[in-house]
């Protein structure tokens, strides 16, 4: 994608059977892989033997913790978050862990994730006393856990669960405890992994932070399931309630790295079956076809395959640079692409290109792109989304626009072939989305409209 949808966060918890590990350690290199979730602040909470140690601050996790030293950051226990703000400001203060002392004693929560009534809950826990130290909706659950706290971690979890609405993949320590906290719907990925020789467990949005601590894959957790894992292992409490699971599809279009499996899908095969999708839903003449990269390059891949066009490389991306879409301010993402994508004019000049995206939301890194090929020689410029018009907002922790900023909403077909100044554009279809998707299990309500519950007016 041009840098046009933003998530929250990721989240990651580390429970090591030695009481004199350093799991903060693991959580350092978790939230490596999980970078690209959230790139605006990061943060670890460690566990030792029941009191916190939070460390938190605005940036990447290389540069929040540069200077640390692990070994004066004891717990076996710790949890770390990664995140962008699509809820609450983008200060330090919100950065999360987020922390709270109650009759469970001291406890640090990890969210991912967004809540559509996080304004009801605040009022209401506002007007019984309840004070706020961010502007987080991860705020209100914290507050609505430790509640029930005097009759234990669960109860108080589960007196959250029946109060909060939308999106949250939770990790959580407490005592000597960590836990992982899934949503009714599982609108975003966690799953558990176990460390090498029996060391212990991890918690996880996606399996690639299981790579980086050489962790071996368990399950994922599934929708409603809460999670606890502390000296006598894995304990799982079912749902308390019928769960629906409906998972966030653009994590397999954008979100999530290719080499994560998420709920059993791998991220890159399914990029890759997009893209052979396009190529069967219209037939283009063209010399070579190129992604946007990183995520458009499966996809572009799979174009390819199926199309007989060479796939080959236009488009060269700093490595040195974060993903443009996760920085804060519109101005900022407009600077950052001039320097962040760099042509290869020996590929391009005086040839037809088929440019594949993973999506167009509001088309404005897109149409400067376009651009760029268009000054590097470029014959015809054939845009190819592997995935439907983004039609509808997202409440669910991708920071989609208003409505009105939608390209698909603003514009006919026609108008944003003219805004991207290509010569075609094409979308994949949405029929053609859900034979990629084989099952009805995914959220697709920026697709189509369809929220798998009810959502504010607001948007």
């Known amino acids: ?9 990721g989240v990651i918890g580390v429970y090591c059977n030695d009481e004199n590990a350093n799991a903060a ?15 605006e602040s990061a943060g670890i909470a460690a566990n030792n033997k029941g009191e916190m140690d939070l460390r938190k601050g605005l940036g990447l996790a290389g540069e929040v913790f540069r200077t640390e030293r692990f070994d004066n950051f004891p717990g076996n226990i710790a949890i770390g978050h990664v995140r962008y703000s699509t809820a609450g400001d983008a200060s330090v203060r919100s950065a999360q862990p987020l922390a709270a002392f109650c009759r469970l004693g001291e406890i640090a929560l990890a969210h991912n994730g967004n809540l559509v009534n996080a304004e009801s809950l605040r009022d209401m826990l506002t007007d019984e006393g309840g004070i706020f130290h961010t502007t987080s909706d991860s705020e209100s659950i914290l507050n609505l856990i430790c509640q029930h706290g005097a009759r234990g971690i669960e109860a108080g979890i589960k007196n959250a669960m ?16 960590l836990i992982g906290v899934r949503d009714p719907y599982g609108f975003h990925p966690l799953c558990i992994g176990k460390l090498q020789n029996e060391a212990g467990y991890v918690l996880a949005s996606e399996t690639c932070a299981l790579e980086a601590l050489d962790a071996d894959f368990v399950r994922d957790v599934e929708p409603g399931e809460i999670i606890i894992i502390n000296r006598e292992g894995l304990t799982v409490i079912p749902p308390s309630s019928v ?10 279009v954008y979100f999530a790295r290719p080499d994560s499996i998420v709920d059993g899908v791998s991220v890159y095969d399914f990029r890759r079956r997009c893209g052979m999708k396009l190529a069967a839903q219209r037939k283009i003449e063209a010399d070579v076809v190129m992604a946007v990269p990183d995520s ?9 395959e199926a199309s007989g066009i060479p796939y080959g490389e236009g488009l060269i991306k700093n490595k040195y640079m974060g993903r443009t879409f996760i920085l804060p301010v519109q101005k900022m993402r407009d600077d950052a692409v001039r320097i962040k994508l760099a042509t290869i004019k020996h590929n391009i000049e005086n040839k037809r290109l ?45 920071d989609t626009p208003h409505r009105e900023k939608l390209i698909a909403v603003q514009k006919s077909p026609e108008e944003i072939r003219e805004y991207l100044e290509a010569d075609s554009v094409t979308y994949l279809s949405e029929e053609s989305l859900r034979e990629v998707c084989e099952q009805d299990l995914y959220c697709k309500a920026c697709f189509d409209g369809n929220y798998p519950m009810e959502v504010p007016a607001s948007l």
Do not use: N, W
């Open 354 to 398: 088929i440019i594949i995206d993973d999506s167009i939301v509001r088309g404005t890194t897109l149409r400067r792109i376009v651009k760029h090929l268009r000054d590097a020689g470029a014959k015809e410029i054939h845009v190819c989304s592997a995935s439907p018009e983004v039609k509808f907002s997202c409440y669910f922790g991708i």
């Open 1 to 9: 994608m041009s840098s046009e949808i933003h998530e929250e966060c």
């Open 162 to 177: 029946s109060l909060i609405k939308g999106a949250y993949s939770l990790v959580i320590t407490t005592a000597d405890k």
């Open 296 to 304: 458009g390059i499966p996809a572009a891949i799979g174009y390819a």
């Open 243 to 252: 769960c629906r699971k409906k998972l966030c599809v653009f994590e397999l």
């Open 25 to 39: 350690h693991f959580v350092y290199y978790g939230l490596y892989a999980l970078q690209h979730r959230g790139q």
